[in-house]
C-alpha cells in the first residue's frame, strides 16, 4: 500500500512540478500591480515583480480561502462528533459500573 502510494504521487507530482516550471519560465517579464483604482500610475500603492509570482500567489491564496470555507462549514459535524465520543465515554463508564456490581452514580462520584 505505501508503495502504491507513492507511485500514485510521483505519478501526480512530478507532471505538475514540470507544468508549474514551465508556467513560470513562460510568464517571466515583469508586470505592475496596481492597487491604486483611481491613479493607476501612482507608485506607492503598486507592485512589480515577475507574472507567475503573482499567478502563485492568487493559487495559494485560492487554496487557504477553499481550506478555510471548508473548514468553518464543517464545524457542526466536528462539534456532533466531539458531542458523541463524549457521549460514548460516558457509556462505557457506565458499563462497567453495572459489570462491576456499583450503581452508577456511586462510581461516577467517586472518581
Given at each position: 500500500m505505501d508503495?502504491?502510494?507513492?507511485?500514485?504521487?510521483?505519478?501526480?507530482f512530478v507532471p505538475l512540478g514540470i507544468i508549474l516550471i514551465v508556467l513560470a519560465v513562460a510568464n517571466r517579464q515583469m508586470v505592475t500591480l496596481a492597487l491604486n483604482p483611481?491613479?493607476?500610475e501612482d507608485s506607492v500603492l503598486a507592485v512589480s515583480?515577475?507574472?507567475?509570482l503573482f499567478?502563485?500567489?492568487a493559487l495559494l491564496f485560492g487554496m487557504l480561502v477553499g481550506a478555510a470555507v471548508?473548514?468553518?462549514?464543517?464545524?457542526?459535524?466536528?462539534?456532533q462528533a466531539r458531542v458523541e465520543a463524549r457521549e460514548a465515554v460516558r457509556w462505557q463508564k457506565e458499563h462497567k459500573a453495572a459489570v462491576g456490581g456499583q450503581p452508577a452514580s456511586r462510581q461516577l462520584v467517586s472518581k
Amino acid at each position: 500500500m505505501d508503495k502504491l502510494k507513492k507511485i500514485l504521487s510521483l505519478v501526480i507530482f512530478v507532471p505538475l512540478g514540470i507544468i508549474l516550471i514551465v508556467l513560470a519560465v513562460a510568464n517571466r517579464q515583469m508586470v505592475t500591480l496596481a492597487l491604486n483604482p483611481f491613479r493607476p500610475e501612482d507608485s506607492v500603492l503598486a507592485v512589480s515583480a515577475p507574472f507567475f509570482l503573482f499567478l502563485f500567489l492568487a493559487l495559494l491564496f485560492g487554496m487557504l480561502v477553499g481550506a478555510a470555507v471548508t473548514w468553518w462549514s464543517q464545524g457542526r459535524h466536528r462539534k456532533q462528533a466531539r458531542v458523541e465520543a463524549r457521549e460514548a465515554v460516558r457509556w462505557q463508564k457506565e458499563h462497567k459500573a453495572a459489570v462491576g456490581g456499583q450503581p452508577a452514580s456511586r462510581q461516577l462520584v467517586s472518581k
